[in-house]
């Protein structure tokens, strides 16, 4: 039999990353902008210090962080906007706290496809 592997270290800081963008989403939610703003940024600088701590940077990896940050902002507003389409009434403008609330929850989601990308993303060989 073989020895079980230990958790990796990507898959532990997950755990908080993940935690850290529900609380942020919970605060939007809550109109507690301290506390969003708080949970968004440690959120972010959650992989840049674990990426200076423990790997090499290699070229394109912040940019590819930023793009990959851009389309994970895009899927809370795509998913607003269907949704309030899809709701009766909603089709000429009757929804403005759906859209609002993936406005305000966007730049979270972004943030947490950023870190997913920069904990377990792997250098183009």
């Known amino acids: 039999m073989r020895p079980r ?5 990507n898959a532990l800081l997950l755990v908080p990353a993940l935690v850290l963008a529900a609380v942020a989403c919970v605060a939007v939610s809550a109109r ?3 506390l ?19 790997r090499t940077w290699y070229r394109g990896l912040v940019l590819r962080g930023v793009g990959v940050f851009l389309m994970g902002m895009h899927v ?10 899809g709701r009766i009434g909603c089709e000429e ?9 993936g406005v305000l929850i ?6 947490l ?3 997913i990308y920069w904990l377990v993303g792997r250098p183009p060989v």
Do not use: D, H, K, N
Not at 76 to 85: F, H, K, R, S
Not at 93 to 101: D, E, I, S, T, V
């Open 5 to 9: 592997e230990p958790l990796s270290l």
């Open 32 to 34: 507690q902008v301290s």
């Open 36 to 54: 969003a703003i708080a949970a968004t940024l440690t959120l972010v600088l959650l992989p840049v210090v674990f990426r200076l701590w423990t």
């Open 76 to 85: 809370p507003l795509l998913l607003a906007g269907v949704l309030a389409y």
């Open 93 to 101: 403008g009757g929804c403005p706290r759906l859209y609002l609330m």
């Open 106 to 111: 966007s730049p979270v989601a972004g943030a």
């Open 113 to 115: 496809a950023s870190v």
